[in-house]
């Protein structure tokens, strides 16, 4: 019994520290001025994948230059999207783009403006568990399952805890019904040899 609850809480907290490290990888990059993005389109591949999660940080436009990634707003639908710049309008504040895997360049350049940033790093099929964890239901799942894996790991050993402090009551209790029934047998047997004593007594007379 005591085998399987260290395996188990072994893989519980392997668990739960895949799930805070994953939460570092999509939550915590923004504390290093790093926004993730899913690559919903094969337009990048060989280089970005569907599924991929990019990790994309702000530049400074003046030093975007030709053949570089760049993370824009597409549409006024804020559609986000990350092709490579193949010609730069400065005059008119313009990228004009193209996906890697795609024939033509896009249709419409991209305002400076509109830019997000540019791509540092993207980490294999993690968009995937992004979108997942991020939106219903999956964002209530990985709660619950967090929850559940937390309690996992902590409430057993609180169980046992408090079940030890029981224990330890019961035998403190019992201890002391044994403290308080030395103490009367010691009272009876002063009284059994005082009352022995007066008995001798009375035969001395």
Not at 18 to 44: K, Q
Not at 180 to 204: F, P, Y
């Amino acid at each position: 019994m005591t085998t399987l609850k260290k395996l188990w809480n072994i893989v519980s907290t392997t668990l739960v520290v895949l799930m805070v490290l994953c939460a570092v990888f999509l939550m915590g990059s923004r504390l290093f001025g790093y926004e993730c993005y899913t690559v919903i389109s094969g337009s990048m591949e060989p280089e970005y994948s569907v599924g991929d999660l990019l990790y994309v940080k702000e530049v400074d436009i003046s030093s975007i230059k030709v053949g570089d990634p760049i993370t824009f707003i597409l549409n006024e639908d804020l559609v986000v999207a990350t092709h490579r710049v193949v010609r730069i309008d400065s005059e008119n504040q313009r990228f004009y783009t193209k996906g890697d895997a795609n024939e033509i360049e896009d249709s419409d350049p991209v305002h400076f403006n509109n830019v997000i940033g540019v791509p540092k790093f993207s980490i294999s099929k993690l968009g995937y568990v992004s979108d997942f964890v991020q939106n219903p239901p999956g964002m209530y799942i990985t709660i619950g399952v967090g929850i559940i894996l937390i309690l996992a790991v902590f409430l057993p050993d609180m169980i046992g805890k408090k079940k030890k402090e029981e224990e330890d009551e019961e035998v403190a209790a019992v201890q002391t019904e044994i403290d308080a029934a030395s103490e009367e047998n010691e009272k009876l047997k002063a009284e059994l040899a005082q009352l022995r004593a007066e008995i001798n007594d009375k035969k001395t007379e």
